[in-house]
């Protein structure tokens, strides 16, 4: 057909739609007219001859049907029919409507989010050309707890030296720096980076240049690459700031760049990039270097950690006391995201179930309401609708449901997200690139249509299956399909109890975890609510002197011991319950070890005397630090229990020395142990207890330190005048992370209590749903058999009798639920491992008081419909007949 | 009991199928005479196939419409040979080339099928 006429046609069928209809009835009409004229020439009378006719030609209102199915558009026009009429069915019964679209905004809206979340943070390449070629270089050695530690500079140069592998290779070093000189003093998360860092990335400054190649050799200037942020926070966005000097932890520095928004390495609050610039090492240390690199095309990720693993072997070839060293190589965004991917898997697996249960809940209500409207599919079957047609028009009808759903769970998703972000304890990487884009927006369409297919299926096909002559003389009491439909609904309400269960056993032994987690010992007695704790940074060019550095802390801690309120103050490197100051390997004097071994890396912190007071770590043996340990008095350290029980199970080990021995470290002095303390932990609550030796301020001195002081009360109030103090000894001390205990422990659990926060929630919308599922069965169930009840309690059953008949019926469908519910928990709990802490994946706690809140909910919201069912009358419950 | 149009659709529908290109050529071929109202198509089909068809209103007035909006056919209210109002059909040029076509094509097919028939 030419597509201009059958335009033009479909376009007269639309707009003259009634035109055209009249026109086919005014077709028919006398098209019968000329039938019954045919039949009485025949000699039949008019009215035979009418009835003849009419018999002849079938149903009108049929063939009226199929002639409008073979025209052109017929298929927009009845989409529109139905749409119209769908949207006026759904507004008829608002209650049924809300309800539906609530259930469906609630499991579209945490779906939209999450995947909102899982496609910023894991799928979306990272905003570097090529960004599946950059890979991070790390280092493992043996004994070392850390599969992807740290990197020192002559590693670095051993793999610049053998690299063939890489473009670009270059190091970075996480740090803080001080600004300061020009208004308040402020402390700048950023990275020292050697030259090939910004190429490697390929990422290009907003205004003027980064490092070029050489600018990180001995003698090259001081240099900054700063964040767009701080360009416009401090230098009101000026394009004069290339060339201008500013001081990073009390150095010259000469701005040379200005980095986009959008640019945030390593860090997300980075802001200033110094070249790093060195002498050539003249040990293997310090660890403070992280690798990147990008590969050369047509170089794989495996040839790659096969050229690096032969560098490590040449260095170990040369150390004798380097053992099974390897440079882990990793893709940066697995680098960057890894950590977050099992936490996001299973809240991603976690709101598919909810959406699930949603669902079911709707096909649920959608059953429940093909009761009532049997008669009206009766009806339309009869006049002449096919069954094809109605099935349609119920589609549409679910279809709408799940569209105004999503459109609902978007709004959801949108404040669910604003919420996420604001909230995100740290943990979760790039969440700054999460938003709500046409990508996810078209998930969360695709996610609602078939949603609406899922749920609006089943209950369509019963409906469209109603048996027209038995729904029309039943009245619409809706027998006919009830044994079909209650066997559906039935087994709607099971799969909602088993997703259920299986989300109430994930959150319940997160929980577990947390709650264990919780109950971790700290090490510390001091109530945490009555530690303040702060940073405190020098300006390093006053104190690049120990001595100076040493005398600034003595002079700090005199006045702040003053102060009205303060119990105890000192200062130290580390802090319980995560934040690891120095750390390393050490040798006991007396026992040397074999070629290639070494001790572990534990932590090393260097503390003021009065360390050990201010926390409450109790003395166990020997004496605390005072003030006999001088800088030029005789090195003395204190170790923890758990190296006594490491390194001196058989022998007394005050009086015995150890020295710190990193690799190629060699002009340590020995310290004498003088005391042994209680355990404390220094790499957050999770981690198996680590050994720790403590030096004493004076003898090991550090420029960056925390301040921690205990007060008599609660020590939140505090902060101002001690943050006073510290600016009245130097104004130009930069003052951080001002924090009680309490809030330093809250932060340690952070990423745990967001997953479980998050888990919880989910569960406990699913158990709700599952609770409103179950209600409206046995709601719906009692209804129908009110007649039966009635007869039930005229034959002399008791109350009693029908509250047991009806709650069993709830149990039952419990029971079942749970069977499954427990069965899919016990093999998929495995996969939440990597996420428990002190509980087993088949904690048997968690599988019987699952099971049995579950069991509770469903036997509650069976109580009310049963209760219901109790108090029917049966003179008026048999009247209705 | 199952639904009368259920029953009815697939009956029907199979029929349709067999015969869609056939039902089309007879209207066609039924029109060429001369134009004609809904009945007429239907009594002038079961003349010319001696009563072998029977086209029923349920298969003809889709096809009817079908074919006008095609083009094939044009449509105007006039008077019966009882004065009474009906819609008559006729065929348009483009439906006289469609008759010329499917008459060509059916000839090829049904020379096709005699002789397979005749090789067995």
């Not at chain 1, 040839?303 to 070839?317: F, G, M, N, S, T």
């Not at chain 1, 996610?447 to 096909?461: E, I, N």
């Not at chain 1, 750390?583 to 070494?598: K, M, Q």
């Not at chain 2, 079908?66 to 483009?94: C, Q």
Request: hydrophobic share 50%; charged share 20%.
């Amino acid at each position: 057909m030419p597509i201009l006429t059958a335009m033009s046609s479909w376009w007269r069928n639309l707009r003259h739609r009634s035109g055209v209809e009249r026109d086919l009835d005014e077709e028919l009409a006398a098209y019968l007219d000329l039938l019954a004229e045919e039949k009485m020439r025949q000699g039949m009378s008019p009215e035979a001859a009418r009835r003849a006719a009419r018999i002849e030609a079938g149903g009108v209102e049929q063939i009226k049907e199929r002639v409008r199915g073979a025209r052109v558009g017929a298929f927009v026009d009845t989409v529109l029919l139905d749409l119209r009429y769908g949207a006026r069915m759904l507004a008829r019964s608002p209650g049924f409507t809300a309800v539906a679209v609530l259930a469906l905004a609630l499991g579209i809206g945490a779906n939209t989010a999450i995947s909102s979340v899982i496609d910023g943070v894991l799928l979306r390449p990272l905003p570097y050309p090529d960004d599946g070629r950059l890979v991070i270089v790390s280092r493992h050695f043996a004994r070392s707890a850390f599969p992807y530690g740290t990197l020192c500079l002559a590693d670095y140069l051993d793999w610049r030296a053998g690299n063939h592998a890489f473009e670009d290779p270059s190091v970075f070093n996480q740090r803080h720096f001080d600004l300061t000189g020009t208004a308040e003093p402020e402390q700048l998360a950023g990275a020292e980076v050697t030259a090939g860092f910004f190429s490697a990335l390929r990422v290009r400054p907003l205004l003027g240049r980064v490092f070029g190649p050489g600018e990180d050799g001995p003698a090259t200037q001081r240099l900054a690459v700063i964040s767009e942020s701080l360009w416009r926070r401090r230098f009101g966005a000026d394009p004069g700031v290339v060339g201008q000097a500013v001081d990073l932890d009390g150095r010259r520095s000469t701005v040379i760049g200005v980095m986009p928004g959008e640019f945030h390495f390593p860090r997300p609050d980075s802001e200033v990039w110094t070249n790093l610039v060195f002498d050539p090492p003249t040990r293997r240390g310090p660890f403070f270097y992280r690798g990147l690199a990008r590969l050369r095309h047509g170089v794989t990720l495996v040839q790659a950690q096969a050229e690096v693993d032969a560098i490590a072997r040449r260095i170990e070839l040369g150390d004798p006391r380097t053992s099974r060293l390897t440079f882990p190589l990793r893709p940066l965004r697995e680098a960057i995201v890894g950590e977050a991917r099992p936490a996001l898997l299973v809240l991603f697996g976690a709101v598919a179930l909810v959406l699930l249960i949603a669902a079911a809940n709707v096909a649920n209500l959608l059953l429940a309401r093909a009761t009532a409207r049997e008669r009206e599919m009766a009806v339309r079957l009869g006049l002449g609708a096919g069954r094809a047609r109605l099935l349609r028009q119920l589609l549409t009808e679910s279809g709408l449901l799940a569209l105004a759903g999503g459109v609902a769970g978007v709004a959801v998703a949108a404040s669910g997200l604003a919420l996420l972000r604001a909230w995100n304890p740290g943990n979760l990487p790039r969440m700054q690139e999460v938003h709500l884009d046409a990508r996810v927006l078209g998930f969360t369409l695709v996610v609602s249509l078939l949603t609406g297919f899922l749920f609006g299926l089943a209950p369509a096909l019963q409906s469209s299956r109603a048996d027209l002559a038995a729904a029309l003389k039943q009245g619409g009491r809706g027998h006919s399909a009830g044994a079909g439909r209650r066997r559906a609904r039935a087994a709607l309400v099971v799969a909602e109890i088993a997703l259920s269960l299986l989300l109430l056993a994930g959150a319940a032994l997160l929980l577990r975890s947390f709650a264990m987690l919780q109950r971790v010992e700290t090490g510390f007695v001091v109530p945490a609510a009555r530690l303040l704790t702060m940073q405190i940074s020098p300006n390093a060019a006053r104190y690049r002197d120990d001595k100076a550095c040493i005398a600034l802390y003595e002079r700090l801690l005199e006045r702040v011991r003053r102060l009205p309120g303060v119990e105890s103050a000192a200062v130290s490197d580390s802090l319980p319950p995560d934040r690891e100051g120095d750390a390393d390997t050490y040798v006991i004097a007396g026992r040397p070890l074999a070629p290639g071994e070494l001790n572990p890396i534990v932590s090393a912190p260097t503390v003021s005397a009065d360390y050990f007071r201010t926390l409450g770590i109790p003395l166990v043996k020997g004496r605390l630090f005072d003030l006999r340990d001088r800088a030029d008095s005789r090195p003395v350290a204190i170790i923890s229990e758990a190296m006594a029980r490491r390194d001196f199970a058989r022998q007394d080990p005050i009086g015995q020395r150890l020295k710190r021995s990193g690799p190629e470290l060699h002009d340590s002095p020995y310290m004498e142990i003088v005391g042994v303390v209680g355990n404390t932990r220094y790499l957050g609550l999770a981690r198996a207890l680590d050994a720790a030796y403590y030096e004493p301020l004076p003898q090991n001195a550090g420029r960056k330190l925390f301040l921690v002081v205990r007060s008599a009360a609660a020590a939140a109030s505090l902060a101002p005048l001690l943050r006073r103090e510290v600016q009245a000894v130097d104004r130009d001390l930069v003052v951080t992370g001002v924090a009680t205990m309490e809030q330093l422990l809250s932060d340690a659990v952070a990423p745990p209590r967001f997953r479980t926060v998050l888990l919880a929630a989910f569960a406990a919308a699913a158990v709700l749903l599952a609770a409103i599922g179950i209600y409206g069965v046995i709601a719906w169930s009692v209804a129908q058999r009110t007649h039966e009840i009635g007869v039930r309690m005229a034959l002399g059953a008791r109350r009693a009798d029908v509250l047991r008949l009806v709650l069993g019926q709830g149990a039952n469908l419990a029971a079942a639920g749970i069977g499954l519910g427990l069965a899919a928990a016990f093999a998929l709990t495995r996969f939440l491992a990597s996420l428990l802490f002190g509980v087993g994946a088949t904690d048997p706690l968690t599988f019987v008081l699952a099971p049995l809140l579950l069991a509770a909910v469903a036997l509650t919201a069976s109580f009310v419909p049963a209760q219901r069912a109790a108090s029917i009358d049966p003179h008026a419950a048999l009247k209705v007949e | 009991m199952r639904e009368p149009q259920d029953a009815d659709a697939d009956a029907d529908g199979s029929q349709t199928n067999l015969l869609q290109g056939t039902l089309d050529l007879l209207i066609l071929k039924a029109l060429a005479l001369g134009e004609l109202h809904g009945l007429g198509v239907a009594r002038r089909i079961e003349q010319i196939t001696r009563g072998t068809f029977q086209v029923k209103p349920g298969s003809l007035f889709p096809a009817l419409h079908r074919m006008a909006e095609s083009g094939w056919l044009t449509s105007s209210w006039g008077e019966s040979e009882n004065k009474r109002r009906a819609k008559y059909y006729r065929l348009s040029k483009a439906g006289q080339r469609q008759l010329a076509a499917e008459t060509a094509h059916w000839r090829r097919i049904s020379l096709a099928i005699a002789s397979a028939l005749a090789a067995g």
